[in-house]
């Protein structure tokens, strides 16, 4: 009896930590991700020039990632939160609120028209606009003569003004 509950708990464990080896997209892979991308963005040739060109550090608004793939669930927020961690923790580069919070923070400061009072109200009109825009998607390929499978994370940044796309960057995951 001893040595069958040691062998369930010995398969327990090693099947929580075989999360490496899993073909499945996983929240560590999440992070390597934003990892790897959020160094490519802040070493592109971009950044310099926005910096000397306006001396200030660019305002970066960060789009939800697309997903497409055959019906697997990923949860992309993983990856967007940890860049938005990473840009704003490199002091390189400010990082604005998505859509759905700035929304919420615009309410709540129509709210503090009714129910503050005039000394502690804040402003509306004073969010900085972004000067990028990143959007990006992570693709499926499934190879069915081996049984891989590879997911493309492809990221671009736009100059919300003109709609350059300033940066570019892929990362091919292989499991």
């Not at 990632?65 to 992309?76: A, E, K, P, R, W």
């Amino acid at each position: 009896m001893r040595l069958l509950i040691c062998i369930i708990i010995s398969l327990s464990i090693f099947t929580a930590c075989d999360h490496r080896h899993s073909n499945k997209w996983t929240p560590e892979d999440s992070k390597l991700v934003a990892i790897d991308m959020s160094k490519k963005i802040l070493e592109g040739d971009w950044l310099i020039k926005h910096l000397q060109n306006t001396q200030k550090k660019p305002m970066l608004q960060i789009d939800y990632i697309s997903i497409q793939t055959n019906g697997q669930v990923i949860d992309s927020t993983i990856c967007t939160d940890k860049m938005v961690e990473i840009l704003l923790n490199s002091n390189r580069t400010r990082v604005s609120s998505d859509k759905d919070v700035s929304r919420k923070v615009r309410e709540h400061l129509r709210d503090q028209d009714n129910y503050a009072s005039l000394e502690t109200k804040k402003k509306m009109f004073r969010e900085i606009g972004a000067d990028y825009f990143l959007t990006g998607s992570i693709r499926l390929h499934d190879d069915r003569d081996t049984g891989k499978r590879t997911y493309s994370v492809n990221m671009k940044l736009l100059n919300i003004e003109n709609n350059e796309i300033v940066w570019i960057g892929n990362y091919d995951l292989l499991k």
